[in-house]
């Protein structure tokens, strides 16, 4: 397929984990790929690989989305390499460990920008083109955390994936008010996931002993997005028993709710 004909599907935290099988599976799909994190060397052996294996295309950005100007930087590399933004997979992210009390505020002010504010940035700067083409696809990798009681330790990565959830479905119920029946948003909403996130923040040993079937692998998770997103459903939640505990949040008396997330919290969240 000519690359003007092919769609460019932008990922940022592409270089590992759910970003990383995100570029692979729209590759697989015939999307051309613009592919962003801090890491470049791993970015560009994953391009070069993608390419080589499904002869599409790629660019590839090296970027910290922590800097204010970040976003705007990305998208003036892709307008420079004549191309425009049909999809965003705002992927990037990680768990800041500790609390509120013990840390800075300006590591919580970066956590706040890579996984909030940056990703709603980066989607307000591309709906219009997608509007204006009558064509988008936009993913918001939430969590199933964005459904459960906040907890100790927890204090902004709930608080920011049950907003990007409420974002989300806000989105694709304007693309729908609006008459975009062609430009969808999804908040994708997975469990514990196997990936590097866990070995970022310092809580691979505690994850370790959590049972085998809390966990899934991220091909079946990133499929469940892209799947949802072109249904245009606004949530999804992969997996039997995600989809079971984001009921078991909805139904529990609150109270309750918080003491069983907080009984748990100590397993997979480090507050030093």
């Known amino acids: 397929m000519p690359m003007s004909d092919r769609k460019l599907m932008l990922i940022t935290g592409a270089s590992a984990g759910i970003g990383e099988e995100f570029a692979k599976q729209y590759a697989e ?12 060397d791993r970015l560009e052996k994953l391009a070069r690989d993608l390419e080589e294996k499904y002869q599409i295309s790629s660019i590839v950005i090296s970027q910290d989305l922590a800097r204010a100007n970040s976003v705007d930087t990305i998208l003036k590399e892709i307008k420079e390499a004549g191309r425009h933004v049909d999809g965003v997979v705002n992927n990037a992210g990680y ?4 609390t509120f009390f013990n840390t800075k505020w300006k590591d ?4 706040m920008r890579v996984l909030f504010t940056a990703p709603i940035e980066l989607t307000h700067k591309v709906l219009g083109g ?3 083409r009558g064509f988008g696809r936009i993913i918001n990798v939430a969590s199933l955390a964005g459904y459960t009681p906040g907890s100790n330790g927890h204090t902004l990565y709930a ?3 049950s907003g990007m959830i409420k974002f989300s479905e806000s989105i694709q119920a304007e693309a729908e008010a609006a008459g975009y029946e062609n430009v969808h948003c999804t908040a994708l909403c997975p469990g514990f996931t196997w990936s590097e996130f866990h070995d970022v923040n310092g809580t691979r040993e505690k994850t370790n002993e959590m049972p085998d079937w809390m966990w899934m692998e991220a091909a079946p998770v990133v499929e469940a997005g892209i799947r949802a997103c072109e249904r245009g459903q606004p949530v999804v939640v992969p997996g039997a028993v995600n989809k079971g505990l984001a009921t078991l949040s909805k139904i529990l008396p609150e109270p309750l709710g918080r003491a069983m997330v907080g009984a748990q919290s100590k397993r997979f969240r480090s507050t030093e």
């Open 29 to 40: 799909l015939g999307w051309d790929l613009a592919l962003t994190a801090r890491r470049a």
């Open 95 to 98: 768990g800041l460990p500790g």
């Open 108 to 111: 919580q002010a970066a956590f």
């Open 130 to 132: 997608m509007a204006e």
């Open 159 to 161: 608080s920011v994936k």
